[in-house]
């Protein structure tokens, strides 16, 4: 909380966002502006629903001031932004961003909204350090739901890889130090490639079997190359180890021509094509490469492994820390939102990195045969042990029971009239 005190207008502010950072936290059967009112003590939910839409603060500056904490606390000099994007199911139309489109996540076509996030990983942990809502261009064209939604009249229709190169610019120009940027085949456009190239930082980014490469003497699909490679080409490399034992994957590197050199600066660097097939299906993975420097297979290879990290965030920070269960329906609301849950976050994965590094927890590990500490293990201490226990005072339960009573009363006559109306015009 020291870190983010000048981003707020107000102490009480400051104060409020403060107890909403300590609630997604507490253990809740669902978290939203309800429950984490009554968790807190509060009489009603409408302190925090001014912190999401009306009260004065930069909620920008506030994860980008968590983020800077979060980063200097993970550098270990080899860091690696990641660029993904991840889907939140909604139930209606209204709420921003929300459309019929494809998520990964949800296995297909579903209305949904969808965020594009940067992490950082490094080998003390990783964390998400920014976000972006991704809005379809029916939303951005819909002056009307645009006016209900809050939208601002600067936000246009942007791309997913569009809204991944802004936010990676502004990570580098505010100082964050990496060596790699790893993403998906969604975010191999050649523009994306060639801001990293502008700003000397090397990536390592999935591709389609169509893609086209130029290699010493021809331009082919990548899906060609690997057809036209002999056997000795492909070796044999261990990408890490899971519950059900080590990971092995065949790998084959092939050097190609740039097409991704920024203009004014020199043809240089390391430029391949790494193919990843598996040892058992052949299904084979593409990975377009470049390195400001040579380095070894080995290297590209655990980049691309570390890729799945900013997976295990969002799955992280949806579990412990309600990323996925804002009830909100505004654009401001929403951003506001997932800062304080991403906030949240990074102080569960800091402090469980500053565990793991503690020379007596590095012992015990050894010593006593333990798994390294993680964020939903840190979690079940702090609830336990430091975080306030919701509130559970009968009169206070009571109170709660009446109220949402009232409110779904009320909310029952509107509709009842809106529809009574709706009816009667010709």
């Not at 390195?291 to 691309?304: D, E, F, K, N, T």
């Not at 849950?341 to 990074?346: I, P, S």
């Not at 012992?363 to 609830?383: K, M, N």
Request: one cysteine or more; glycine letters at 6%; proline letters at 4%.
């Amino acid at each position: 909380m020291e870190q983010v005190t000048g981003c707020f207008a107000r102490p009480e502010t400051q104060e409020t966002f403060g107890r909403m950072c300590q609630g997604v936290l507490m253990e809740l059967e669902d978290v939203n502006c309800w429950t984490l009112a009554e968790a807190l003590g509060e009489r009603g939910p409408h302190r925090l629903h001014h912190l999401l839409s009306r009260a004065v603060w930069d909620e920008q500056a506030v994860l980008d001031a968590a983020a800077t904490w979060a980063v200097q606390a993970l550098d270990d000099g080899a860091g690696i932004l990641i660029a993904d994007e991840t889907a939140d199911a909604k139930s209606s139309t209204d709420a921003v961003g929300a459309a019929r489109q494809y998520s990964g996540a949800l296995g297909g076509i579903a209305l949904c909204q969808v965020a594009v996030h940067l992490a950082f990983a490094t080998s003390r942990g990783h964390a998400i350090i920014d976000r972006r809502l991704y809005l379809p261009q029916g939303w951005a064209a819909d002056e009307e739901r645009r006016d209900l939604a809050g939208v601002p009249e600067e936000v246009v229709f942007t791309t997913k890889p569009q809204l991944a190169e802004r936010m990676l610019t502004r990570a580098l120009t505010a100082g964050v130090h990496a060596s790699f940027f790893a993403a998906d085949e969604v975010y191999g456009t050649r523009a994306l490639r060639a801001t990293c190239r502008a700003h000397g930082l090397g990536y390592a980014i999935a591709v389609r079997s169509s893609h086209r490469v130029t290699t010493p003497g021809q331009t082919l699909t990548v899906k060609a190359v690997a057809c036209l490679l002999p056997k000795r080409a492909w070796q044999r490399l261990r990408t890490g180890a899971g519950t059900k034992g080590v990971r092995c994957y065949d790998w084959a590197m092939v050097d190609i021509a740039a097409d991704d050199t920024p203009a004014g600066q020199a043809e240089a660097g390391m430029s391949v094509l790494l193919l990843r097939r598996h040892r058992y299906t052949g299904e084979v993975c593409y990975f377009r490469c470049w390195s400001p420097s040579v380095v070894p297979l080995a290297r590209l290879v655990a980049v691309i492994c570390c890729r799945w990290r900013v997976e295990e965030d969002f799955q992280t920070a949806k579990e412990v820390c309600a990323l996925d269960q804002g009830q909100v329906i505004r654009w401001i609301s929403w951003h506001r939102w997932s800062a304080i849950c991403l906030v949240a976050y990074a102080f569960l994965v800091v402090s469980a990195a500053a565990e793991r590094c503690a020379p007596a927890a590095c012992t015990a590990v050894e010593q006593d045969g333990l798994v390294p500490l993680s964020c939903h293990e840190l979690l079940r201490l702090l609830r336990a042990l430091i975080l306030p226990a919701p509130c559970r005072e009968l009169a206070h339960l009571l109170w709660w029971s009446l109220w949402r009573r009232r409110h779904q009363h009320r909310a029952r006559i509107c509709h009842l009239k809106w529809h009574a109306y709706a009816e009667a015009i010709p």
